[in-house]
């Protein structure tokens, strides 16, 4: 069963001086604007029929865009997209802010990301506008289970739409989720993840990324999701509770290893760089972590603050999408492109990383 969202969401498109930036594309805002015409097709016209010279672009836009300029075949089939687990056994280190941000930063670039919500507060369904209170939701949890017991189902009826033309989509949750009966009595429950990706192989491979947002704590549920990908991401704050809980996370890791080898990425967040007690404990993750602790930190900002507001959840948008030049957006979008390289994101199948430096010259498009 699906239900869409209450409110549909308003869809956001970026401005051309912006797209120009996410596109990669160092030409002029001019010829910027005449090749994403002769790509579009028509152009876009105002009011009284004449085209429109304040454009704006969607994250679709974006995508063809960069495809274009780094010749990149329109392939509807890709491999498997990257998996990422957003994972960290302490509370409210920003994990819920850090994962919905670099999704839309990541959508933002022209991927096609799926966001999974693994943590059954629902907290990024949320903060993308998704209110299960009032809605009925499929969760992962639900779909693993339908999987597992070979209920037929299908999995597209889980999905809500959250940016035009798949380039943000969600698998929401709600509490029901926390009801994890099933998944103690089920076999190989450290695969179940694993396998429905694999079973549904498919749909998964629309998407350029998925992002599961995990619950603090440790639970069968965390742990399956935990092992979907081949490396999870963490977030850290610091100071010492959280550091340690590092220490503990990346403890379990290395014991997981006859069941499944997995790597670690590291994001410092809701950090002051005015502070010397977090420069330490930044010194004290670039000693210990060195090869897998981000180079760029999220600083503190007020912004995220504003990402869940409980009362008008329908209204709910990240940092990433209402203030995209802000302060906090920067280190978000600093990030992304660390998260980019380190679990190999590709666009449409192909890497992007050595072909990051802008184009200088304007490319020829057919019209
Ligand atoms: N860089 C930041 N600057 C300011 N506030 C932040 C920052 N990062 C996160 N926060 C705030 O910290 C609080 C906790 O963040 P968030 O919910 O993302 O953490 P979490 O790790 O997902 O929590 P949980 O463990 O409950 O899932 C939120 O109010 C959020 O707005
Ligand atoms: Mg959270």
């Given amino acids: 069963m699906k239900l869409k969202p209450v409110t549909i969401r308003k869809q956001p498109a970026l401005k051309a001086s912006l797209a120009r930036t996410f596109a990669g594309y160092s030409g002029s805002e001019k010829s910027f604007r005449e090749m994403a015409d002769k790509l579009r097709g028509a152009p876009v016209l105002d009011e009284a029929g004449k085209p429109k010279y304040h454009r704006t672009y969607t994250h679709a836009d974006i995508r063809k865009i960069r495809m274009k300029l780094l010749n990149i075949p329109d392939a509807s089939k890709t491999a498997l997209p990257a998996i990422i687990p957003g994972r960290m056994t302490k509370g409210g280190t920003g994990k819920t802010t850090v994962m919905v941000n670099v999704a839309v930063c990541l959508a933002m670039l022209g ?60 698998i929401p949750a709600d509490i029901t989720m926390s009801d994890e009966g099933w998944m103690i009595l089920a076999q190989q429950r450290e695969r179940l993840f694993e396998n429905l990706i694999e079973k549904q192989s498919e749909f998964f491979r629309r998407y350029d990324v998925v992002l599961v947002d995990c619950a603090p704590g440790s639970s069968l549920l965390s742990t399956t999701l935990m092992l979907g990908g081949s490396k999870i991401l963490t977030v850290v704050n610091p100071e010492g509770q959280a550091l340690m809980a590092l220490d503990v996370l990346a403890s379990t890791v290395a014991e997981l290893i006859d069941v499944k080898p997995i790597g670690v990425h590291i994001v410092c967040n809701n950090v002051s760089t005015g502070k010397r007690p977090h420069l330490d404990c930044l010194n004290y993750l670039a000693e210990k972590y060195s090869t897998i602790v981000s180079g760029t930190v999220i600083k503190t900002a007020v912004g995220f603050l504003r990402d869940v507001k409980l009362d008008n959840i329908p209204e709910n948008a990240p940092l990433m999408e209402r203030e995209p030049t802000s302060p906090g957006a920067g280190d978000i979008r600093a990030v992304t492109n660390e998260i980019i390289k380190a679990f190999d994101i590709r666009l449409a199948g192909v890497s992007t990383d050595p072909m990051t430096a802008a184009v200088e010259e304007p490319v020829e498009v057919a019209a």
Avoid: C
């Fill in 111 to 170: 991927h096609k990301v799926l966001v999974i919500d693994g943590d059954p507060q629902g907290s990024i369904s949320a903060a993308l506008g998704v209110d299960w209170t009032r809605s009925q939701i499929t969760h992962i949890s639900k779909l693993m289970e339908w999987q597992k017991k070979n209920v037929p189902f299908n999995i597209e009826d889980a999905v809500w739409p959250i940016y035009e033309g798949g380039m943000l989509d969600l």
